[in-house]
């Protein structure tokens, strides 16, 4: 089912890429264009950029294509689907919010939450990144 499919792509280990050569990086596998076709969401705190993509494409075989490029190889970079819903960028956060408030906000049922398992605060950008802890057990 192809609307089950993550329409974001999170490439780790990013270092040794600058922000502007991964969007020409992308822009010249996808042969898209950045800001009209997707767009690169940068985390240098935890050295990871997710690239959405707003025009429709195969996100599986985007991910083949990017493992298999040299260039994505030299940069050491890896690319993997976003797996559904597992982490959310929430914005324009105070600065005092803590990560406790966070986790409390996004676990209430209320709010349409679940099990939070990670809070990243990144007060410079008055953002967040929630992860969700998986909804398969552990056994």
Do not use: W
């Amino acid at each position: 089912n192809s609307a089950e499919t993550s329409r974001s792509v999170v490439f780790e280990n990013i270092r040794g890429c600058s922000p502007k050569c991964l969007r020409i990086l992308l822009e010249n596998i996808s042969g898209l264009t950045v800001d009209d076709d997707f767009t690169v969401e940068v985390i240098p705190e935890i050295n990871v950029a997710v690239a959405t993509f707003i025009k429709s494409i195969d996100t599986e075989e985007f991910v083949k294509t990017c493992s298999q490029n040299k260039r994505v190889k030299e940069f050491k970079m890896t690319a993997r689907l976003l797996e559904l819903t597992q982490s959310i960028k929430a914005e324009n956060i105070p600065a005092s919010v803590s990560t406790d408030y966070m986790t409390v906000y996004f676990e209430s049922a209320r709010n349409g939450g679940g099990t939070v398992s990670d809070v990243q605060l990144f007060p410079e950008e008055n953002s967040a990144i929630v992860t969700f802890g998986s909804h398969k057990g552990n056994a």
